[in-house]
């Protein structure tokens, strides 16, 4: 899908948004001289864990946006997905369950138990492997951090593009709090949601959140059958248990369980034909001749032991978390002769324990060193392809990939010099993937049931090196460089399996954060350059993944993002991010063709020049709270908005997704130490019909759609 004249609106609004995300900037930085006196010059600092340690935010020699959850709230942020409004360089995608973030274009379109995001996601501290678990309610929510670039050193394999940690509130020891909120929207949606936590006793402390979202009605209809589709329907129950034994001890145990149920309905891409041909579709229908179905049901448990020895501090963490899932992907067309119903029940489990020892802080030289292990268990039970009008009654594929994996690391810090400090780190990984397959034919190919297995081990050394210095008004420059990687594995859907190739991210950056004006004025920049080898791409061969390997890419960016406080009563945050990237060499890219009647035939050709997928040249976002004082309370005014470039949805940059922006707002009476709370707020209000993921297949190039328009009232009352 192509647009004739994308290349003028791109560079028109790549001129608007170099002047907006020059001057917005620029606009901050004078207001707030005048607003300075009637400001609190003593703004609390932000307090984010990009290098394992609480550290100001603006010390950190990484970029990072961080979210409190008064942002959160005051923009609406229910769901991780909705993160990007508010954060340049983050692309957040799902393919039915499965969420794909995506940071400075690195990440992944693969949709797999068994496939990791190289944008890790954690939450508590713990790592959340399974891509159905990062599409995540945002309840009781304390702060959300976004670290962007490669994490390798301190985080792992899985941390190649960036890491996105969730923390959640602790309960009180000193009194019991809690809350309750409710809200309806339209597509007859109703959320609920309940807290309360404080002192079990002198020493304990606990709370419980209890969180449902039920979506009555679905954004769009399958023509076909009358079935609703894209809708969802989730359920949480979360609860997080603190004894402190002694003053040098804090022991955490969390436990957590996740239900959701839905149907995810995907589309013939714009401007393409399914084998089968199709319907004439508006909105979010589908016109399939097969029920869709997606569900998820995941829990884990957690127990953190902090133990301070002396001037160390010791961390144990151990985690265990397991889910199941259904996903239902027909293809796209409305022939019954032409469909290929893909029936998809998967498992994942996963074990880790780190083990982790700090120095104090404050003193010339701090450093952290750790080791971490993790064991999971995922696949197929099993994938069911079923196309009688294709002549295939069944196959059956039963599929279990094992990870083994075991890391050393260090890193540490020192002054070298007044104000001048000297970053270091090292991490060392092995990963052993097994697998083993089970396949069963339809009697009619005449195959007979057969098994595949196999084992490979990865090894890798990744590293981290930053020099940073911080001037007397705490202006912060830095220069950093980092190695990532992401595992290899099997593609367990294919008969007999392949593998694919780890990739490696080399990542070199500049930054400066600055905090002038009495901290009325944050303006955090950076410019980066990533040398990206064995990039992990997919493929769909009659509707099931293959990931292979396309040579080498390069992405090169700038980003500007801040906050100013222009008055004691008027707040906005900011953000714009810049990219550009290409493959430098992809000789055996998939190029398609679309094939007359339908569908698409694809040959082996050269991607070198062409722009990675699902990644926008360019974001830009602004949102401001106003607050005006009344007799009674008082009334918040929010608004925000966010433009994205587009991106295409193939290698072969023959599916593009336009520009498109995403406007939202929030109304809110206020009580007396906000005790109520009475919102009216609205999402996408400019009613945008944009792709929450685009990919190109053979018998139907697909395109799954983001919310529609969404709007509605809530209310919350604290005690």
Do not use: C
């Not at 057969?450 to 090894?459: E, L, V």
């Not at 190739?501 to 500049?510: I, M, N, S, T, W």
């Not at 996408?684 to 697909?702: F, P, R, S």
Request: proline letters at 5%.
């Amino acid at each position: 899908m192509t647009y004739s004249n994308g290349g003028a609106r791109r560079r028109e609004w790549m001129r608007n948004v170099v002047v907006a995300g020059l001057s917005l900037p620029t606009l901050a930085w004078a207001l707030p001289v005048h607003a300075a006196d009637e400001v609190n010059a003593d703004s609390s600092d932000i307090i984010v864990t990009a290098q394992r340690r609480n550290e100001n935010l603006q010390r950190v020699p990484v970029a990072i946006t961080a979210l409190p959850a008064s942002k959160l709230n005051s923009a609406n942020i229910v769901s991780t997905q909705d993160l990007p409004v508010l954060t340049p360089s983050l692309n957040f995608m799902n393919v039915g369950k499965f969420g794909q973030p995506r940071i400075r274009g690195i990440g992944t379109t693969a949709d797999a138990p068994t496939v990791e995001n190289p944008v890790a996601t954690y939450v508590d501290g713990i790592y959340y492997a399974n891509q159905g678990s990062v599409i995540l309610s945002l309840p009781n929510v304390e702060q959300i951090e976004v670290d962007k670039g490669p994490q390798g050193t301190l985080f792992g394999r899985n941390a190649t593009g960036g890491l996105i940690q969730i923390k959640t509130k602790d309960p009180s020891f000193t009194t019991v709090v809690g809350s309750l909120g409710a809200s309806y929207e339209n597509y007859d949606t109703f959320t609920g949601s309940a807290y309360v936590g404080g002192p079990v006793s002198s020493n304990i402390a606990a709370d419980i959140v209890l969180y449902v979202r039920h979506q009555g009605e679905g954004y769009g209809k399958n023509v076909l059958t009358g079935q609703e589709i894209n809708k969802t329907n989730t359920y949480i129950a979360r609860s997080k248990w603190i004894f402190t034994p002694s003053d040098t001890t804090k022991i955490t145990l969390i436990g957590d369980y996740l239900r959701v149920r839905g149907a995810s309905g995907q589309s013939p891409a714009p401007g393409t034909t399914p084998q089968g041909g199709t319907v004439p579709l508006s909105g979010q229908d589908i016109a399939i001749p097969a029920p869709s179905k997606n569900s998820i049901s995941q829990g884990g448990v957690s127990l953190r032991i902090e133990q301070e020895i002396g001037d160390l501090s010791f961390l144990s963490t151990t985690a265990y978390r397991k889910a199941k899932g259904i996903d239902y992907f027909p293809n796209v067309g409305k022939d019954p002769n032409f469909l290929l119903n893909v029936q998809l029940f998967d498992f994942a489990e996963q074990a880790s324990q780190e083990f982790q020892l700090q120095s104090g802080t404050g003193g010339k030289l701090e450093w952290t060193v750790g080791a971490f292990l993790y064991y999971a268990d995922g696949g197929w039970n099993p994938i069911h392809l079923f196309g009688p009008g294709l002549g295939i009654n069944y196959i059956f594929e039963y599929t279990d990939q094992k990870t083994y994996s075991g890391a050393v690391y260090g890193q540490a810090t020192y002054e070298i010099a007044d104000a001048t400090h000297l970053t270091l780190g090292l991490r060392y990984t092995v990963d052993q993937r097994k697998w083993h397959i089970l396949a069963t034919f339809d009697p009619a190919f005449g195959i007979p049931d057969a098994t595949d297995h196999g084992n490979r081990t990865y090894k890798k050394l990744t590293w981290r090196a930053a020099l940073d210095h911080r001037f007397d008004d705490g202006t912060l420059i830095y220069a950093s460089a980092n190695r990532g990687f992401k595992s290899g594995g099997w593609n367990d859907f294919l008969f007999p399996a392949t593998d694919y190739k780890p990739e490696q991210l080399d990542a070199y950056e500049v930054g400066v954060k600055a905090e002038p004006f009495g901290k009325a004025l944050r303006l955090n920049l950076a410019a980066f350059y990533y040398d990206y080898k064995n990039v992990q791409v997919n493929r769909y061969i009659n509707g099931v993944l293959l990931i292979y390997n396309g040579a080498a890419a390069r992405v090169y960016g700038l980003e500007a993002e801040g906050s100013a406080r222009l008055s004691s009563r008027f707040n906005i945050d900011f953000g714009l991010s810049i990219l550009d990237d290409k493959y430098t060499s992809f000789p055996n890219a998939d190029i398609g063709t679309p094939t007359p009647g339908g569908g698409t035939t694809f040959t082996s050709g050269s991607a070198k020049g062409n722009r990675l997928t699902h990644t926008p040249d360019w974001t830009a976002n602004i949102s401001g709270t106003y607050t005006i004082p009344l007799s009674s309370g008082s009334l918040e005014l929010n608004a925000n908005y966010m433009h994205s470039d587009g991106f295409y949805g193939s290698v072969d940059n023959r599916l593009r997704q336009k520009p498109y922006d995403l406007v939202g707002g929030q109304i809110s009476w206020v009580s007396e130490e906000d005790v109520w709370r009475i919102s009216a707020f609205g999402r996408n209000l400019a009613k945008e019909h944009y792709a929450a993921t685009l990919y190109a297949q053979g018998n139907g190039d697909i395109v799954q759609y983001a919310p529609p328009r969404t709007y509605g009232v809530k209310v919350d009352y604290k005690f």
